[in-house]
Nanobody, 124 residues
Framework: VQLQASGGGLVQPGGSLRLSCAASGGTFRSYTMAWFRQAPGKEREFVTRIRRDGSIAYADSVKGRFTISRDNPKNTVYLQMNGLQPEDTAVYYC???????????????????WGQGTLVTVSS
């Protein structure tokens, strides 16, 4: 499975961006898809995930501002980010997991495939 993330860029505080992650190979609809991010000088952290049954979880830091969705026919997962703040600045990675158990779905170790990352910079 190959993942290609796109949609990052420079945005002012309070602005919005939509990230996309296109998958090729494998059976997209069967995967749990997730977004993680890594800010400068910090460890990679969980942002959100969507399971094949459509169930969703968010990190507390993005709840109410970010929305994950998936389009199975297009093999694509999206991350709509609203109300962006400077602390959201990071490289955002999409990930796919074939056998992600619920209790581990916020751990990067649960995911088998990773995209290359797309940089989101929030600054005035």
């Amino acid at each position: 499975v190959q993942l290609q993330a796109s949609g990052g860029g420079l945005v002012q505080p309070g602005g919005s961006l939509r990230l996309s992650c296109a998958a090729s190979g494998g059976t997209f609809r069967s995967y749990t898809m997730a977004w993680f991010r890594q800010a400068p000088g910090k460890e990679r952290e969980f942002v959100t995930r969507i399971r094949r049954d459509g169930s969703i979880a968010y990190a507390d830091s993005v709840k109410g501002r970010f929305t994950i969705s998936r389009d199975n026919p297009k093999n694509t997962v999206y991350l709509q980010m609203n109300g962006l703040q400077p602390e959201d600045t990071a490289v955002y990675y999409c990930a796919a997991g074939a056998r992600v158990i619920l209790s581990a779905s916020r751990s990067q170790d649960a995911y088998d495939y990773w995209g290359q990352g797309t940089l989101v910079t929030v600054s005035s």
